[in-house]
């Protein structure tokens, strides 16, 4: 069965940094388009990041600048490096795959980011 596992998320003080990873099974990772999401509390979730099967990727344009993107199809794993963090970050983040015969979810992992 397909399964997507995000980590690294935690709690980091204004301006730190995180590194999340979402490692997939069960799809052939290296086909997939991998989108990054978040959601906030008493917020719809919204998109961060796409790192497309070519490593070209794209950016909402409140994270420009401080998040990147990566992927490891040897790994299965994407990547998602959160720099200069600000409260406003603050949600549990999502991992995507993409381009099969449906898209799929990870359950996500929470960013708690304090003043």
């Known amino acids: 069965q397909v399964q997507l596992v995000e980590s690294g998320g935690g709690l980091v003080q204004a301006g730190g940094s995180l590194r999340l990873s979402c490692v997939g099974s069960?799809?052939?990772?290296?086909?997939?388009?991998m989108g990054w999401y978040r959601q906030a509390p008493g917020k719809q979730r919204e998109y961060v990041a796409t790192i497309f099967r070519g490593g070209r990727t794209s950016y909402v344009d409140s994270v420009k600048g401080r998040f990147t993107a990566s992927r490891d199809n040897a790994q299965n794993t994407v990547f998602l490096q959160m720099n200069s963090l600000k409260p406003e970050d603050t949600a549990v983040y999502y991992c995507?795959?993409?381009?099969?015969?449906?898209?799929?979810w990870g359950k996500g992992t929470l960013v708690t980011v304090s003043p």
């Open positions: 995507k795959a993409l381009g099969g015969f449906r898209d799929y």
């Open positions: 069960g799809i052939i990772f290296s086909i997939r388009d």
